[in-house]
């Protein structure tokens, strides 16, 4: 198979239905993941960088979870939580709503829990390292908490959203084990890029695994090339 | 416009307790060394500390009483703090428009006038990061009265500068005391600011209110710790009579006297506010004949202060006006000093203010 390693021929002759279906999924998987938990995690982060109560430091943890443990650990959970005996999956069902397991939806949601530390982590780095006066001279001139939030904190942590939303979204293109464990392998539905190219190595089609990880490869370098030019664009005009 | 105020604030090393009602009028200045509670105290009353057991109202506007609290943001406040606090991804003229923007209908001067009176015409394109110290306080000052304040809170704004700093904000703040249409809380722990700027004095140590009152008898009272300061003075009104440019000298006119000070460029009719520190003050029983001292003013012992490390604090009458003088314990035995005793001031020192 050694001679399909080149790069030269066109992308189209190379990708076969499957391996397109795989990028798309993966993409809209990540996307729609990146997107949801900005929407989560601006609340939710916001609250751990400066709220109060004792119950900031275990949510604190329990968003940390996925962090340390295994992929497959939480995927076995979530297949457990999420399947028809499971709890709130039996629910789920009960409700007459679309089966999680081994579906698109269920992708997200597995993702989600996934990739939520990415996301909250950097916001809320950003988030504590606001300056309080400048928060308070913000109030005292006439701004309510909404206004702040819009017209003060959104704007000076424009860095760290902007790695959250990147983390998020390679963490969750990169994403192998629970989604093995949470959405099969059907190709079409769950099938992403990740075991789409274990499967093409297993069956030792590497030429075709050459081309989906040159493509993971170059794309998540971009996304980094991104992120830390903004970052030197930013330092830049301080 | 009246502000009532009772609030206890406790902290681990520290309790704030303070109930006052001020006659909020001009500058009124906090004035105590660091610790002494004034920048809560300040942030109290701006709700930036709410503590349930404030209660505080300002003019008919209650601001906060068991439940209900008004918000910092609904206040009206302006908001100048020891840094400045300017919004670092703003340009300045970012900054000046946000205050602006958020007026709420109240009337106040408009954009280019403060943008014109602060001299803030070159810096509008600037980021906050790109001002000096000086630069970034006229901004902060700037902003603050474009949001029409009914209510303005200065928070030590000259005591992060250098001198040069200072002086760049000194004057400005010098004509708000004289222009500014609303009320001034002014925090300060530098008693040439309070001489300068303030209008009435409120007094603070260790969390509580020692004394207020108007500026001028205020320094002068021996029964606070103002008057005890290694730098106690007094202030005196006067009006600036003639100047001798060749000398180098102006004359200025007090009820009681003349006082010659080494500045010509005051305006003759000019009236200008005059410190005299208590150290640079020395007594004489006579008019003493051949003194190189050129200002001499006729007083009356009014109250004599209690001798600390040999010295002591008098307070006179100089034809209606205050002055302290501090002399050595032993002098004041051997003239024999009293309340009440005819004596003469010798001035060896003047600042003349503003």
Same mark, same amino acid.
């Given at each position: 198979?050694?001679?399909?390693?080149?790069?030269?021929?066109?992308?189209?002759?190379?990708?076969?239905?499957?391996?397109?279906?795989?990028?798309?999924?993966?993409? /809209?998987?990540?996307?729609?993941?990146?997107?949801?938990?900005?929407?989560?995690?601006?609340?939710?982060?916001?609250?751990?960088? /400066?709220?109060?109560? =004792?119950?900031?430091?275990?949510?604190?943890?329990?968003?940390?979870?996925?962090?340390?443990?295994?992929?497959?650990?939480?995927?076995? %959970?979530?297949?457990?939580?999420?399947?028809?005996?499971?709890?709130?999956?039996?629910?789920?069902?009960?409700?007459? $709503?679309?089966?999680?397991?081994?579906?698109?939806?269920?992708?997200?949601?597995?993702?989600?829990?996934?990739?939520?530390?990415?996301?909250?982590? =950097?916001?809320?780095?950003?988030? &504590?390292?606001?300056?309080?006066?400048?928060?308070?001279?913000?109030?005292?001139?006439?701004?309510? =908490?909404?206004?702040?939030?819009?017209?003060?904190?959104?704007?000076?942590?424009?860095?760290?959203? $902007?790695?959250?939303?990147?983390?998020?979204?390679?963490?969750?293109?990169?994403?192998?084990?629970?989604?093995?464990?949470?959405?099969?392998?059907?190709? +079409?539905?769950?099938?992403?890029? #990740?075991?789409?190219?274990?499967?093409?190595?297993?069956?030792?089609? %590497?030429?075709?695994?050459?081309?989906?990880?040159?493509?993971?490869?170059?794309?998540?370098?971009?996304?980094?090339? $991104?992120?830390?030019?903004?970052?030197?664009?930013?330092?830049?005009?301080? | 416009?009246?502000?009532?105020?009772?609030?206890?604030?406790?902290?681990?090393?520290?309790?704030?307790?303070?109930?006052?009602?001020?006659?909020?009028?001009?500058?009124?200045?906090?004035?105590?060394?660091?610790?002494?509670? !004034?920048?809560?105290?300040?942030?109290?009353?701006?709700?930036? @500390?709410?503590?349930?057991?404030?209660?505080? #109202?300002?003019?008919?506007?209650?601001?906060?009483?068991?439940?209900?609290?008004?918000?910092?943001?609904?206040?009206?406040?302006?908001?100048?703090?020891?840094?400045?606090?300017?919004?670092?991804? $703003?340009?300045?003229?970012?900054?000046?428009?946000?205050?602006?923007? &958020?007026?709420?209908?109240? !009337?106040?001067?408009?954009? %280019?006038?403060?943008?014109?009176?602060?001299?803030?015409?070159?810096?509008?394109?600037?980021?906050?990061?790109?001002?000096?110290? +000086?630069?970034?306080?006229?901004?902060?000052?700037?902003?603050?009265?474009?949001?029409?304040?009914?209510?303005?809170?200065?928070?030590?704004?000259?005591?992060?500068?250098?001198?040069?700093?200072?002086?760049?904000?000194?004057?400005?703040?010098? /004509?708000?005391?004289?222009?500014?249409?609303?009320?001034?809380?002014?925090?300060? @722990?530098?008693?040439?600011?309070?001489?300068?700027?303030?209008?009435?004095?409120?007094?603070?140590?260790?969390?509580?209110?020692?004394?207020?009152?108007?500026?001028?008898?205020?320094?002068?009272?021996?029964?606070?710790?103002?008057?005890?300061?290694?730098?106690?003075?007094?202030?005196?009104?006067?009006?600036?009579?003639?100047?001798?440019?060749?000398?180098?000298? #102006?004359?200025?006119?007090?009820?009681?006297?003349?006082?010659?000070?080494?500045?010509?460029?005051?305006?003759?009719?000019? @009236?200008?506010?005059?410190?005299?520190?208590?150290?640079?003050?020395?007594?004489?029983?006579?008019?003493?004949?051949?003194?190189?001292?050129?200002? &001499?003013?006729?007083?009356?012992?009014?109250?004599?202060?209690?001798?600390?490390?040999?010295?002591?604090?008098?307070?006179?009458?100089?034809?209606?006006?205050?002055?302290?003088?501090?002399?050595?314990?032993? #002098?004041? /035995?051997?003239?024999?000093?009293?309340?009440?005793?005819?004596?003469?001031?010798?001035?060896?020192?003047?600042?003349?203010?503003?």
């Amino acid at each position: 198979m050694h001679h399909e390693v080149g790069l030269c021929p066109a992308m189209t002759d190379l990708l076969t239905p499957a391996d397109w279906a795989a990028l798309w999924i993966t993409l /809209r998987l990540a996307l729609l993941t990146t997107l949801l938990l900005l929407g989560l995690g601006l609340p939710l982060a916001w609250w751990l960088a /400066r709220g109060r109560g =004792p119950l900031r430091v275990g949510v604190e943890a329990v968003v940390a979870l996925p962090l340390v443990l295994p992929p497959t650990v939480l995927g076995f %959970y979530l297949l457990l939580a999420l399947g028809p005996q499971g709890f709130p999956g039996a629910w789920w069902e009960a409700l007459g $709503l679309p089966r999680l397991v081994f579906s698109f939806p269920g992708l997200v949601l597995a993702s989600l829990v996934y990739s939520l530390p990415f996301v909250v982590q =950097p916001l809320t780095t950003a988030f &504590r390292g606001l300056d309080d006066g400048v928060l308070d001279a913000a109030s005292a001139l006439g701004a309510g =908490p909404l206004d702040r939030f819009r017209s003060i904190v959104l704007p000076q942590s424009r860095a760290g959203i $902007l790695a959250a939303a990147v983390l998020g979204f390679a963490h969750t293109v990169g994403e192998f084990g629970v989604v093995l464990m949470i959405g099969g392998n059907i190709p +079409g539905e769950t099938q992403v890029l #990740s075991i789409a190219i274990y499967d093409q190595v297993e069956s030792l089609a %590497y030429g075709r695994a050459h081309m989906l990880s040159g493509l993971l490869l170059a794309g998540s370098l971009l996304l980094l090339l $991104l992120v830390y030019g903004s970052r030197a664009r930013k330092e830049a005009r301080l | 416009m009246r502000l009532r105020l009772s609030c206890r604030v406790t902290w681990p090393a520290f309790e704030l307790a303070c109930e006052a009602d001020w006659p909020l009028q001009g500058v009124t200045a906090l004035f105590g060394e660091s610790g002494s509670g !004034k920048t809560t105290l300040l942030r109290v009353i701006a709700g930036l @500390h709410r503590d349930p057991r404030t209660r505080l #109202s300002f003019g008919e506007e209650c601001w906060q009483d068991g439940r209900r609290f008004r918000p910092v943001d609904q206040r009206g406040l302006g908001w100048v703090s020891q840094q400045g606090d300017l919004f670092p991804h $703003l340009s300045v003229r970012g900054n000046l428009d946000f205050a602006f923007q &958020r007026r709420r209908g109240r !009337k106040g001067p408009e954009t %280019y006038s403060v943008i014109h009176s602060l001299g803030l015409e070159d810096l509008l394109d600037r980021l906050p990061a790109q001002l000096s110290g +000086g630069q970034r306080q006229r901004v902060a000052l700037g902003r603050a009265l474009l949001a029409a304040p009914k209510l303005l809170l200065l928070d030590e704004p000259l005591a992060s500068l250098d001198a040069a700093g200072k002086a760049e904000l000194l004057p400005a703040l010098e /004509r708000l005391r004289l222009e500014a249409d609303c009320p001034v809380l002014y925090v300060s @722990h530098s008693p040439d600011e309070v001489a300068r700027l303030a209008d009435r004095l409120v007094l603070l140590e260790q969390g509580r209110i020692l004394g207020e009152g108007e500026t001028v008898p205020m320094l002068c009272r021996l029964d606070l710790p103002l008057a005890e300061r290694e730098d106690a003075e007094a202030l005196l009104e006067a009006t600036v009579t003639g100047s001798l440019p060749g000398e180098g000298l #102006s004359e200025l006119a007090l009820p009681g006297g003349t006082l010659w000070v080494t500045q010509t460029a005051l305006t003759p009719g000019s @009236h200008v506010r005059v410190r005299l520190l208590a150290r640079d003050i020395s007594l004489a029983l006579q008019e003493p004949r051949e003194c190189s001292i050129l200002n &001499r003013l006729p007083a009356v012992i009014r109250e004599i202060g209690e001798a600390k490390r040999g010295q002591v604090t008098l307070r006179l009458d100089c034809a209606g006006q205050q002055v302290l003088s501090r002399i050595t314990e032993r #002098s004041r /035995r051997e003239l024999g000093l009293a309340p009440g005793m005819r004596v003469v001031a010798l001035v060896k020192g003047v600042a003349v203010l503003a």
